[in-house]
């Protein structure tokens, strides 16, 4: 019997707003990568090198404060960085930009090439306060996104009140930390009751 495989991969939230992130290329996968990482954090800290920058990606990276600096991809701009996304359409610069990372200890993505990447950006559903991330463990973006369209149709827009309210409710509850888990258990069972 075949073993199944599985998705070993650990989800977190980062707080990119500070994080330093450098986005390496200009083109199509670069705007792309800019595009998602501001939809879910409009305040993240990145800067972008590349020798061109696409008129959507200025304006998209002048709207957030995104730095660009024009010219080619050297180790220095990895100074400081604790994330880099390589998007580039020549393989020996995205493997330098990986390279680069590995010997910085800085967490790195290269664009379609899941060997050289240590996370990956999957499909992120936001509704207020809630956030919920897809992997497909970098097989398949398409299910991720039809994953993503499906769960913002179906959680309800209304589902931060309900997320502020229980915030405010546990903030009410006495007892230890086992106890209010339990409390907030039984107030919140109706929720996943088929």
């Known amino acids: 019997m075949e073993a199944v495989e599985r998705n070993e991969l650990y989800p977190v939230f980062l707080k990119v707003n500070y994080l330093n992130t450098l986005i390496v290329g200009g083109g199509n996968v670069a705007l792309e990568k800019?595009?998602?990482?501001?939809?879910?954090?409009?305040?993240?800290?990145?800067?972008?090198v590349a020798p061109f920058f696409r008129e959507e990606t200025i304006a998209k990276a002048n709207a957030h404060g995104v730095q660009m600096v024009e010219g080619e991809y050297e180790e220095k701009?990895?100074?400081?960085?604790?994330?880099?996304i390589a998007t580039t359409d020549k393989e020996e610069v995205?493997?330098?930009?990986?390279?680069?990372?590995?010997k910085r200890n800085t967490l790195v993505?290269?664009?379609?090439?899941?060997?050289?990447?240590?996370?990956?950006m999957g499909g992120i559903v936001t509704k207020g306060n809630v956030k919920i991330a897809i992997s497909t463990n970098g097989k398949s973006p398409t299910t991720a996104k039809r994953?993503?369209?499906f769960f913002e149709e179906v959680i309800p827009e209304n589902i931060d009140?309900?997320?502020?309210?229980?915030?405010?409710?546990?903030?009410?509850?006495?007892?230890?930390?086992?106890e209010k888990v339990e409390k907030l258990n039984e107030f919140t069972k109706s929720l996943v009751e088929k």
């Open 34 to 48: 800019l595009t998602f990482l501001l939809k879910s954090s409009p305040n993240a800290n990145v800067q972008m």
């Open 77 to 84: 701009y990895l100074e400081g960085k604790h994330i880099a």
């Open 94 to 102: 995205n493997v330098q930009v990986y390279n680069d990372c590995k």
């Open 109 to 120: 993505n290269v664009a379609d090439n899941p060997p050289y990447c240590d996370f990956y």
């Open 147 to 149: 994953l993503r369209q």
């Open 161 to 178: 009140d309900l997320v502020q309210n229980l915030n405010e409710y546990r903030k009410t509850i006495k007892g230890n930390f086992e």
